[in-house]
Nanobody, 120 residues
Framework: QVQLVESGGGLVQPGGSLRLSCAAS????????MGWYRQAPEKQRELVAA???????NYAGSVKGRFTISRDNAENTLYLQMNKLKPEDTAVYYC??????????????WGQGTQVTVSS
């Protein structure tokens, strides 16, 4: 059994910052690619940022230069530092991980999501 648990969401004013965390736990052998996605009301889920196990990163154009994705492989934890937040960043943010379990099974897992609201 594998779990991804996000934390760090909340209400912030435009221009403010938040740091999201995602802790992966369970029967994990190795984690490949990890990413953050978001879904705003009545919109499709979209990729925000992703990072490989070699620390290669990619970002959505709308967040490039404002958000930074990172990971702590020893702790199986993913982070998203969000700066200069805008109202259009308001969404539920989901953690995603492609990993191999100790039994050798490879699959992609999702967290339950954390709400980020940017509003004055």
């Amino acid at each position: 059994q594998v779990q991804l648990v996000e934390s760090g969401g909340g209400l912030v004013q435009p221009g403010g910052s938040l740091r999201l965390s995602c802790a992966a736990s369970g029967s994990i052998f190795s984690i490949n690619r990890m990413g953050w996605y978001r879904q705003a009301p009545e919109k499709q889920r979209e990729l925000v940022a992703a990072i490989t196990n070699g620390d290669s990163t990619n970002y959505a154009g709308s967040v490039k230069g404002r958000f930074t994705i990172s990971r702590d492989n020893a702790e199986n934890t993913l982070y998203l530092q969000m700066n200069k937040l805008k109202p259009e960043d308001t969404a539920v943010y989901y953690c995603n991980a492609n990993l191999r379990t100790r039994s050798g099974y490879v699959n992609t897992y999702w967290g339950q999501g954390t709400q980020v609201t940017v509003s004055s």
